[in-house]
């Protein structure tokens, strides 16, 4: 990704110079699926794909966009006076909702401006490109303004962007992981009181693998408010006998003592995998903080397991995915990661081994599945920021 060409695409749209550039990346979360809603802890970290933008200001009041991965659309126009929700605007309305909660939050946006933004991550892949443009948008607003905006009111304002002005029910990690990232470290992050710890994942012989399944995701929605439901459920019978706000604030023993409390199998099995989850998830920065990613990556194949018997939120795609990753060489562990249902899953790979198994996991899933999937290699970077303005 360059940015001397979006600054060549700037000149060429608006006939001028951008004043300055900006990254915000994309995120994976790591392990700790599904229990961000049971009270538990996920554990993302930034990768190096992401949105980039070029931007200056503007002696109107006018935001004028263009997005090098929606040439079609055009440059797209509002006035910062008229900052509602437009169907017509399309991915406009991220940067527009971000915008406009950033000034209801005190902040003065004092003129218009314009901006080029391309984004390198795969569409529809799961890996937040939507939490990534409304980060971008809040620190170029900050960068081009001079505002001094604490980072953790950009991640909430992005979440409020997500929640009330898309519509959209999801949490805080995605903007949390793109906001906070930090290059060769995951976060150990508590949803519910947004504490969080750095954990160091030295990955030098190691590379992270993202392999999407390019199946459409039509089924997470219906199905991830049917999980928190059961969810739910479950932590009602519990509640019968147990002090507890969330099933993330039981031990695995405390659960096995008391799950007869919870009269439907299925119902229990979706306890269960919250409960176990979170567990593996502060494992998991036990063994980084030791260097031991071998555990580590047990611990991801243990959550996949738990993810396609337990939460049932796999299927067909993922599980081909997960299960020719486990018996490539060089995998340290593969899981999904997302909702699921589709979207992406990720292995860590020894160096030497990626290209065979990007060719093998790659000619097993479409022997079986009957079309392609892609695999991205990436890094774990750093959160969103300015970034040098190259010519």
């Given at each position: 990704?360059?940015?001397?060409?979006?600054?060549?695409?700037?000149?060429?749209?608006?006939a001028a110079a951008p004043e300055k550039a900006f990254f915000a990346p994309g995120r994976i979360n790591l392990i700790g699926e599904h229990t961000d809603y049971n009270g538990g802890y996920v554990f993302p970290c930034a990768i190096t794909y992401g949105t980039y933008a070029v931007a200056r200001k503007c002696e109107d009041k006018k935001v004028r966009l263009y997005s090098e991965n929606f040439p079609d659309k055009g440059i797209i126009e509002f006035n910062l006076n008229q900052l509602d929700y437009?169907?017509?605007?399309?991915?406009?309305?991220?940067?527009?909702?971000m915008i406009r909660y950033m000034i209801e939050a005190g902040y003065e946006v004092p003129s218009g401006f314009e901006c080029v933004i391309q984004g390198n991550i795969p569409n529809g892949a799961g890996l937040s490109s939507s939490a990534s443009i409304e980060i971008l948008t809040g620190v170029l607003v900050a960068g081009l303004f001079g505002l001094e905006i604490p980072r953790i009111d950009l991640i909430k304002l992005g979440k409020k962007v997500e929640n009330e002005f898309i519509g959209v029910n999801s949490g805080i990690m995605d903007q949390f992981a793109v906001g906070m990232g930090k290059k060769d470290a995951g976060i150990l992050l508590d949803c519910q009181t947004l504490t969080y710890e750095y954990a160091p994942?030295?990955?030098?012989?190691?590379?992270?693998?993202?392999?999407?399944?390019?199946k459409r995701r039509e089924l997470a929605d219906s199905k991830y408010n049917e999980r928190r439901s059961e969810c739910e459920e479950a932590l009602a019978q519990l509640q019968r006998k147990l002090p507890i706000e969330a099933l993330g604030q039981l031990s695995e023993s405390e659960f096995e003592e008391n799950q007869s409390l919870i009269?439907?199998?299925?119902?229990?099995?979706?306890?269960?995998?919250a409960v176990y989850e979170n567990v593996r998830t502060l494992r998991a920065l036990e063994k980084l903080k030791a260097g031991n990613l071998e555990a580590f990556g047990q611990l991801m194949n243990q959550s996949h397991i738990s993810l396609r018997d337990d939460y049932e939120v796999t299927g067909l795609e993922l599980d081909t995915l997960v299960e020719a990753a486990w018996r490539q060489p060089g995998v340290i562990g593969a899981r999904m990661t997302g909702a699921g249902f589709g979207g992406c899953a990720i292995a860590i790979v020894e160096n030497v081994e990626v290209e065979n198994f990007i060719a093998n996991v790659g000619a097993v899933y479409l022997e079986k599945i009957g079309y392609k999937a892609e695999c991205y290699v990436a890094s774990i970077g750093d959160g969103a920021k300015e970034i040098e303005l190259v010519s």
């Open positions: 990704m360059n940015v001397s060409t979006l600054n060549k695409t700037f000149n060429e749209i608006f437009d169907r017509e605007h399309n991915w406009a309305n991220y940067p527009k909702g994942i030295q990955l030098e012989n190691h590379k992270i693998i993202i392999m999407n399944t390019n009269t439907n199998e299925t119902v229990r099995k979706r306890a269960k995998h």
